[in-house]
């Protein structure tokens, strides 16, 4: 027979009770825990990427022989096992790396020659390649390294080769024009060329005098020749900065 008493709560009943059931959950991790359950799966093709910025700038601050797979896959915040699954190690990731800057140095000097009086092509590409050294600084470094991947992925000179053979054909066109034997075109394309490259590994180190000043007296040198040097060079083409 009942006394009227309700039935004592236990310990654990009270506790459960007098928070609730939002209180009663599990509060949601936080700090180093919550940043890991937060963090997005990258795809194949993002952290392929990732590795290659991450090998870009270690590459250019160490050089090749100096960076480990251990540090990229440290800066990747990744395994070691991940970059040879990517890349098969280190030289894989560099051969593409190399070929990249390659590809993105020949295509902003061929593409920057469009068309006009003969020094002002001259112009156009000793601009585009050192707006490359401008703006990819990192990726030119690595170009004038000695690759030891050479075989794979060629090397700065045939880079500049490559360039030089753009600037033949316009070379060969003047030198007919001029009554010239144009068959000397490749030579002097080469010289050109190898001059503004060489010009362009000095000035990412000094970075002065300023860019458009650089173009108007290579520009100079090789239009005029040394004997009719301008002391004070303009720019013919379009473009001034």
């Known amino acids: 027979m009942s006394d ?21 959950a599990a509060p949601p991790p936080s700090g180093p825990t919550a940043r890991r359950t937060r963090r997005v799966r990258m795809t194949g093709k993002e952290r392929r990427e990732q590795l290659l910025d991450v090998g870009r700038t270690l590459f250019a601050e160490r050089g090749y022989e100096a960076t480990s797979v251990e540090e990229i896959a440290h800066k990747a915040g990744v ?4 970059v040879y699954e990517h890349f098969g190690g280190k030289e894989g990731l560099y051969a593409v790396v190399v070929d990249r800057e390659m590809r993105r140095l020949l295509d902003m000097v061929t593409g920057a ?3 006009g009086h003969p020094r002002e092509l001259l112009e156009q ?26 075989q794979s992925t060629g090397t700065f000179a045939s880079l500049i080769s490559d360039i030089a053979t753009q600037v033949e054909d316009i070379l060969g066109h003047e030198f007919k024009q001029r009554g010239f034997d144009p068959k000397l075109a490749p030579m002097y394309a080469q010289a050109l060329v190898g001059m503004v490259a060489l010009t362009g590994q000095w000035w990412v180190e000094v970075q002065r005098p300023k860019k458009s000043e650089v173009v108007a007296h290579l ?9 009719g040097l301008e002391p004070k060079p303009r720019l013919v083409g379009h473009r001034k900065s």
């Open 113 to 115: 020659l469009t068309g």
């Open 79 to 82: 395994s070691k096992p991940v």
């Open 4 to 24: 009227g008493r309700q039935p004592r709560a236990t310990t654990t009943g009270r506790a459960t009770a007098a928070r609730g059931p939002a209180e009663a």
């Open 219 to 227: 520009v100079s040198l090789s239009w005029n020749g040394l004997s």
């Open 125 to 150: 590409a000793a601009f585009a390649l050192l707006d490359y050294i401008e703006r990819f600084t990192d990726g030119f470094r690595i170009l004038v390294r000695d690759s030891p991947v050479a």
